[in-house]
């Protein structure tokens, strides 16, 4: 896809409603198994209007799960994540009954360690609690057009680093969720304000999770606004939350949205398998 591409928000062949005003969008109408081109051409312009969508009853197998994600870019195999046995292109998210640690438990977004950050994560659940595990979802569109236009200017002129180390590298502490400690880690440095390669809206990207500081500023000196700027992120009224069913889908694109798993279903099993699809090096909005 390419921003050329993207239409008015017109649907003839799927229906399409939005969960709140912040982000997200339900799609229905649809069998991801066995899609119309024309079905295929509605469901891109959904997923880049609305950030985030969703869908229910999708009976996928693995191969299934990956051909429909090798539709929207190559697969972009997380090299920390444990995989399903026999499918090295989908990783595991699982917590087990006895756990009482989750993944994904604070808001953030995937790959930005990357020197080309995914495009998108696309997560099936294959068992779900019967309350509890939702994962809610904010739109970093608003979060940057609501700041101030001092605030604007000043982020347009900033680049952040971005790290892998403190999350999964070797000294880890997150090897009980199942992640692999590796060496194969690093920093990157990103646009705080992209130009996003399929809308062209300005988004506001940093992350709770992997940005340590800003570009040429000390750890210190930029946890102050750093700090501003996640609480802000995540205001109510840029957000969705999404209750998951058995075989309920939901993409996100990485470059317009943070994510945040619940942890809210101790003594129940919880077992999702996600597939990550290749983004592009980003853009700064200046």
């Known amino acids: 896809m390419t921003p050329a591409t993207i239409k008015p928000a017109t649907y003839d062949t799927i229906e399409v409603s939005k969960l709140t005003g912040g982000c997200g969008a339900e799609i229905s109408g649809v069998d991801l198994r066995a899609m119309s081109n024309r079905q295929w051409n509605e469901v891109q312009q959904a997923f880049v209007r609305h950030g985030v969508i969703f869908f229910r009853d999708q009976e996928l197998t693995p191969e299934q799960h990956i051909e429909f994600a090798q539709r929207w870019a190559p697969?972009?195999?997380?090299r920390f994540f444990p995989?399903?046995?026999g499918y090295?292109?989908?990783?595991e998210v699982r917590?087990?009954?006895e756990g009482k640690k989750n993944i994904g438990n604070l808001w953030h977004t995937d790959h930005?360690?990357?020197e080309k950050p995914a495009m998108g994560s696309i997560l099936l659940a294959r068992e779900v609690p019967d309350e509890g595990g939702d994962t809610l979802f904010a739109n970093m569109y608003l979060a940057f057009e609501t700041l101030s236009e001092g605030m604007k200017k000043m982020l347009r002129g900033l680049s952040?680093?971005?790290s892998s180390v403190h999350v999964f590298g070797p000294k880890n502490d997150r090897s009980a969720l199942g992640f692999k400690g590796t060496d194969q880690v690093g920093d990157v440095i990103h646009p705080v304000v992209i130009r996003h390669p399929l809308s062209g809206r300005e988004a506001l990207y940093v992350n709770a999770d992997f940005t340590t500081q800003f570009e040429g500023w000390t750890v210190e000196d930029s946890k102050p606004l750093l700090e501003?700027?996640?609480?802000?992120?995540?205001?109510?009224?840029?957000t969705c939350r999404f209750r998951w069913r058995n075989n309920s889908i939901a993409f996100w694109d990485n470059r317009a949205t943070w994510h945040y798993a619940a942890n809210d279903y101790h003594g129940a099993r919880r077992l999702m398998h996600r597939i990550t699809v290749a983004g592009c090096a980003l853009e700064a909005a200046a």
């Open 75 to 78: 697969i972009d195999i997380n």
């Open 83 to 85: 995989a399903v046995a």
């Open 88 to 91: 090295p292109q989908i990783a």
């Open 95 to 97: 917590k087990e009954p």
């Open 112 to 114: 930005s360690y990357d």
């Open 160 to 162: 952040a680093v971005h």
């Open 228 to 238: 501003q700027l996640y609480r802000h992120a995540v205001r109510p009224e840029f």
